[in-house]
């Protein structure tokens, strides 16, 4: 099945050590997101990119950035997780710009100790 | 600011009850209304959604209600299910966002449903 896949589901990083989380998609949808949830929230947008070009939410800490290689890919880099960064994080895809569906991954549930 | 205000907060159901999961907006430039529903531990899924020139929807026991003049759109579960408990997030999507034509959805703060056997 045509899917949005995280890796890995759960991750457990260390207060202030670099984190990477993996999106892959085989939709082959030219948008893709990345969303915070915290618990008991909405999903929060980060950031996307529409192909390549990547655009910022304007109150996404700096401490957050992302990489897309290719079109199937996507990373999200904690660069200094703090406590305050636990969270789930959802990677989504949609078709094209202005889309309204969005197809969800899983999430990946990342602690920081 | 709340883009998209969603209540109740949580919903308690006897099964074969009916669901009815109430959200509101202030943008007239949305142009579609999702809902998704989200078990623990996964991610949102689409459930139904629902567009401003329709006043209803009906997918199986889902149907969504919606009042364009109000501002306001609905989920309504018909015979819920134990199954059916997760939370539920309404969404609206602007296809044109402070001048910028990338699309974005807007979450409600979900409802979390339980459905009691």
């Known amino acids: 099945d045509a899917m949005v896949i995280q890796n890995p589901r759960y991750q457990v990083t260390q207060f202030g050590k670099p984190v990477t989380l993996s999106c892959s998609q085989t939709l082959n949808h030219n948008v893709m997101y990345w969303y915070q949830q915290k618990s008991s929230q909405a999903p929060k947008l980060l950031f996307h990119?529409?192909?390549?070009?990547?655009?910022n939410e304007a109150d996404t800490p700096d401490n957050f950035q992302s990489r897309r290689p290719n079109t199937s890919f996507c990373f999200l880099d904690i660069r200094s997780p703090g406590l305050g960064d636990a969270a789930m994080y959802l990677c989504?895809?949609?078709?094209?710009?202005?889309?309204?569906?969005?197809?969800f991954g899983q999430g990946t549930r990342l602690t920081v100790v | 600011q709340q883009q998209v205000k969603q209540s109740p907060q949580s919903l308690i159901v006897q099964k074969g009850g009916i669901s009815i999961i109430n959200c509101a907006y202030e943008n007239t430039a949305f142009d579609y209304f999702p809902w998704y529903q989200q078990f623990p531990g996964k991610g949102p899924a689409l459930l139904i959604a629902?567009?401003?020139?329709?006043s209803e929807k009906k997918e199986g026991r889902f149907t969504i209600s919606f009042n364009k003049s109000a501002k306001q759109f609905s989920l309504h579960i018909m015979d819920s299910q134990p199954g059916d408990s997760a939370t539920y997030f309404c969404?609206?999507?602007?296809?044109?966002?402070?001048?910028?034509?990338?699309?974005?959805?807007?979450f409600g703060r979900g409802t979390q449903l339980t459905v009691w056997p």
């Open positions: 969404a609206a999507h602007s296809g044109t966002d402070r001048g910028s034509t990338l699309g974005r959805l807007y």
């Open positions: 990119y529409y192909d390549k070009d990547f655009n």
């Open positions: 629902i567009r401003p020139d329709v």
């Open positions: 989504a895809t949609s078709r094209v710009v202005g889309w309204a569906e969005a197809f």
